[in-house]
């Protein structure tokens, strides 16, 4: 197969660090606000102001829908990163313990290192070759101090689904804190919040949930917010005859003028996913990923990482190819087949030291809605073609 690529379309195969393309609706949504509205939600007392504050409002019960919450319950955040940080850094103190896994994203370990240097007992539950989480060395790891425990729902890179719900109800039973990193799969994978004993799901705006880059948000629990300090205080468009923060939801953790045309096109993004069906878009990922892990299992030099069956993962795959690096194969992909992806380590050194590919990494393709069977095809034939060369 020899593309030209003057002529040929992308494959685009970088879901798992943003979803492209989005649904029209999203930048739709966008324009007409930018066009339309304009105003700052809160801010003034115009009907432009009311119209933007209501577009917020809205956002905040299409989310709400899709986790099975209160809207009130929903933080805004420019993304899955600044969620996990007010969860952890505004819980955990000086001799706090707190678990995770070792197939964590550096948006997980990063405050967790830093929070151990300033006193906090980290353990770090070490995961199977395939990246899975047993609930059982969870339980074993837990102490008289551990505050929270931590975990993604699914790998970044090997895309491996925990076992949530099991890990929610052992650690609501401890009477500890449950914090999830969503980022993979708010959008794909039902996150009903209640059932699953989640008290903190930090979330993407701009992967699964079909929004702009620049948005996310955190779930949290009725009554946990007294326990966690805001990462900033500033002006929330409320309470603006008091000099101290409000200590109510959501604007305890929402200060400063918030990224309102973001949030009409995460709006958007999420009433596609609902109107859809959670389960229609899995299904689908789910066959693309199951077509490709067979197409792969054909061919000879290459090294797959994770659950050998797609039901057990998200639509992401890490692989390598003998003989050629992961950033030689992503330059190969690019320039002479049109396909783009991930090399490298993902931001998840832990994870591939978890896989046995650190420090090399590994070459990941993330399937998404938009993505069809032929580009699955056209993808292995390019590492056929790789393979041969």
């Not at 339980?139 to 099991?166: C, D």
Request: hydrophobic share 40%; with cysteine; charged share 20%.
């Amino acid at each position: 197969m020899q593309p030209d690529p003057g002529r040929d379309p992308i494959i685009y195969f970088d879901n798992a660090a943003t979803s492209w393309p989005k649904p029209p609706e999203m930048m739709e949504a966008m324009i007409r606000y930018n066009g339309m509205i304009g105003g700052n939600p809160g801010r003034s007392g115009h009907h432009r102001s009311l119209d933007a504050a209501r577009i917020i409002l809205e956002a905040r019960e299409a989310l709400a829908a899709l986790f099975g919450c209160d809207a009130l319950r929903i933080v805004f955040t420019k993304n899955a990163t600044e969620a996990l940080n007010i969860s952890l850094s505004g819980l955990l103190h000086a001799g706090d313990h707190v678990i995770t896994s070792s197939m964590e994203h550096n948006s997980v370990m990063r405050p967790l290192r830093f929070l151990e240097s300033q006193g906090v007992q980290l353990s770090v539950i070490p995961c199977s070759g395939a990246g899975l989480l047993n609930p059982d060395d969870v339980r074993a790891a837990m102490r008289p101090q551990t505050r929270i425990v931590v975990v993604s729902h699914a790998s970044n890179v090997t895309g491996t689904i925990q076992p949530l719900a099991e890990l929610g109800r052992m650690t609501r039973d401890q009477g500890m804190i449950f914090c999830v990193d969503a980022a993979q799969t708010a959008g794909v994978l039902p996150l009903p919040v209640e059932e699953m004993s989640i008290d903190l799901l930090a979330f993407s705006g701009h992967k699964s949930l079909f929004g702009p880059q620049g948005t996310g948000g955190l779930y949290i629990r009725e009554g946990l917010e007294k326990q966690i300090s805001p990462l900033m205080r500033g002006g929330t468009g409320s309470r603006s005859e008091f000099e101290r923060q409000p200590d109510f939801m959501p604007d305890k953790y929402e200060s400063g003028t918030p990224n309102t045309i973001g949030l009409a096109g995460l709006d958007a993004g999420v009433r596609f996913v609902l109107a859809e069906g959670v389960e229609t878009i899995r299904r689908k990922e789910q066959s693309l990923t199951a077509q490709f892990l067979q197409g792969l299992a054909s061919l000879q030099g290459v090294s797959v990482y994770g659950p050998p069956d797609a039901a057990s993962r998200t639509a992401v795959v890490s692989f390598n190819i003998a003989g050629v690096s992961p950033s030689e194969a992503a330059l190969e992909f690019d320039e002479r087949f049109r396909i783009m992806c991930r090399p490298g380590l993902h931001c998840a050194p832990a994870a591939h030291r978890t896989i046995g590919t650190f420090s090399q990494g590994t070459i990941r393709f993330g399937f998404g809605f938009f993505n069809t069977g032929e580009e699955i095809s056209l993808a292995l034939e390019a590492i056929r073609s790789l393979i041969k060369k």
